[in-house]
């Protein structure tokens, strides 16, 4: 949905021609922080469709929070600026003390694979390579020792109860034991934020439920997670959730 939803995204906002100035403040002390975020889209003739308007959003280390919006809402435009794999039109967004809005593609790409453990509703596994190359992948691009990474990933996969199952490839197993892979996955990097694109929507409810409650876990644990979701059971297991309406932030409610 990061990807897929962004033509979505584009066709359904409204088309104004909008010029605003962006706001300096001081980075924010906390986990995530967008300032006056705004991405917009030149469809020529001079006409521009306007994504996300000056979103200011806040999220503080350690909290659950699940984004809401409509097909066309600029949800997946915002998840796919907090995920780094784009760049906001104008604004600042600083992720874990750092402005990420000005950094070029290789800058983002390193800060994906530091600061960010993705975690998606089609898995996104290597076919051919077991459980455990599948989580060790991150640690090679960040250029770790074999040794080193290996072990790292192996604490990974016994942290969401996959060890009994670490040389199995993703046609092995189970839909949730995928998912419980690509958890790992995100968790070895020890990442800043765990971003979840609809971790449950290729899953049972009671397979769902219990990835639910591995997040729960993982949050008590002292992980920041970040869970996009349509479904609003599944948005109830977060603390906080935030409403995305026309490319601005409609509603935030706070439930713990």
Aim: glycine letters at 6%; a negative charge; charged letters at 25%.
């Amino acid at each position: 949905m990061l990807e897929n939803d962004k033509e979505q995204d584009m066709a359904t906002a409204e088309v104004v021609s909008i010029n605003r100035p962006t706001s300096v403040v001081p980075p924010e002390s906390c986990m995530i922080s967008t300032v006056d975020l705004w991405k917009t889209y030149d469809m020529g003739s001079e006409q521009q469709v306007h994504a996300l308007r000056g979103v200011n959003l806040r999220i503080e280390r350690n909290e659950y929070v699940a984004i809401m919006g409509p097909s066309g809402s600029g949800k997946s435009t915002l998840m796919n600026l907090i995920g780094c794999l784009d760049s906001p039109s104008q604004g600042q967004y600083w992720l874990n003390n750092q402005l990420v809005s000005e950094l070029n593609d290789d800058e983002l790409a390193r800060i994906r694979n530091r600061e960010i453990g993705f975690v998606f509703q089609t898995f996104n596994l290597l076919a051919r390579a077991t459980a455990l190359h599948n989580v060790e992948l991150p640690l090679i691009y960040a250029g770790m020792p074999t040794h080193d990474r290996t072990a790292r990933a192996k604490e990974a996969l016994i942290a969401v109860g996959m060890e009994s199952r670490m040389m199995h490839k993703p046609n092995e197993l189970s839909g949730g034991q995928r998912q419980r892979v690509a958890i790992a996955r995100a968790l070895v990097n020890k990442p800043s934020i765990i971003l979840a694109d609809e971790p449950t929507g290729n899953l049972d409810s009671q397979t769902g439920n219990e990835i639910m409650a591995l997040m729960d876990r993982l949050q008590a644990e002292g992980n920041t997670i970040v869970l996009v979701t349509h479904e609003h059971d599944i948005a109830e297991y977060a603390h906080r959730v935030i409403f995305i309406k026309d490319g601005v932030i409609a509603g935030d409610e706070r439930k713990r």
